[in-house]
């Protein structure tokens, strides 16, 4: 039973062999079933198929692990007021085995990844995303924690010039900066938070590949409530220029909320591409794909 490939420096050893113990010691009820790795690009968790209706979510590290209670809680409270399926925690994991973190047991969900091609129902697609993340800054935030990604843009000022510094070469660091820098002096956001995403990268939406239409959400280790910008980036990470224009149409927002909307793809791809290069081909491509499209 070979173990997956690690992505960071403080990964714990996994294999099949320490899931099925995990499974024997906490959820005997589901330890016979069929277990088998999902290949994935995600960086945050790793995945194990179990039987045909569940997988095993494991977080690569400290930081994923800190998001599971989260995820595991608020699910549960927001998927009722979503128009498509997010995540079922059915079971909530705890360290074992050499493992230390806690882990979750989720409903698996049927749908295909989009890539860089373009989707089969590009306005579809983008007016979907639209519904769903207009249905979440409408569920109810009491109690709702505050999301890294939902607060302003200034706090990451130095750290994303300097990343921007450091990519010179892949891309056209003075136009990214002057593009950072104009979501900066964007008008902040006013108004209560919102839930947000956070996160709205190909490798956590879902499409029906027959229709392309949207089927599910997943991965919501990045979600709490705050400024609605940061679910803009899926106008340039998941989208192409036809269902961006759908999405942009659906979802409405006024310029400054686009302005900084722009500013979080610019930091999460710049980010993404100088700590994947050499370490995860689809999230540099991605995070390429992303810069070039804000610059272009």
């Known amino acids: 039973m070979s173990a997956p490939s690690k992505l960071h420096d403080d990964e714990p050893d996994v294999d099949e062999a320490l899931v099925r113990g995990l499974l024997a010691d906490q959820f005997p009820r589901w330890a016979a079933l069929p277990l088998r790795p999902v290949g994935s690009d995600g960086t945050s968790n790793l995945l194990y198929r179990l039987g045909d ?26 998927a009722p007021a979503l128009p498509v399926a997010v995540p079922e925690p059915l079971g909530a994991g705890t360290p074992g085995r050499g493992y230390p973190w806690p882990w979750s047991v989720y409903r698996w969900l049927p749908g295909t990844v989009p890539t860089g091609e373009r989707p089969r129902d590009p306005a579809r697609l983008g007016r979907d995303i639209a519904d769903f993340v207009r249905a979440l800054q409408r569920a109810d935030t009491t109690g709702a924690p505050a999301a890294d990604r939902g607060a302003p843009l200034a706090p990451r000022d130095a750290d994303t010039r300097a990343t921007l510094a450091r990519l010179d070469g ?48 997943i991965d919501f280790g990045c979600t709490g409530v705050g400024d609605p910008a940061v679910d803009l980036i899926a106008a340039w990470y998941v989208l192409d220029d036809e269902g961006a224009a759908a999405f942009r149409a659906s979802v409405g927002h006024d310029a400054a909320t686009w302005r900084r909307g722009r500013g979080w793809a610019l930091t999460i791809a710049a980010h993404e591409l100088a700590y994947y290069r050499g370490r995860n081909a689809f999230m540099a491509d991605t995070a390429a794909r992303v810069l070039g499209r804000l610059l272009g």
């Open 53 to 78: 209706e569940l997988v095993v979510r494991l977080p690569r590290t400290r930081g994923a692990a800190a998001d599971v209670p989260g995820e595991q809680r608020w699910l549960t409270r927001l």
């Open 170 to 217: 892949l891309l056209d660091a003075g136009a990214a900066t002057a593009l950072w820098q104009d979501a900066l002096d964007a008008p902040a956001w006013r108004r209560p938070g919102v839930w947000l995403h956070a996160d709205l990268e190909p490798g956590n939406v879902l499409v029906d590949p027959e229709t392309g239409g949207l089927t599910a959400v």
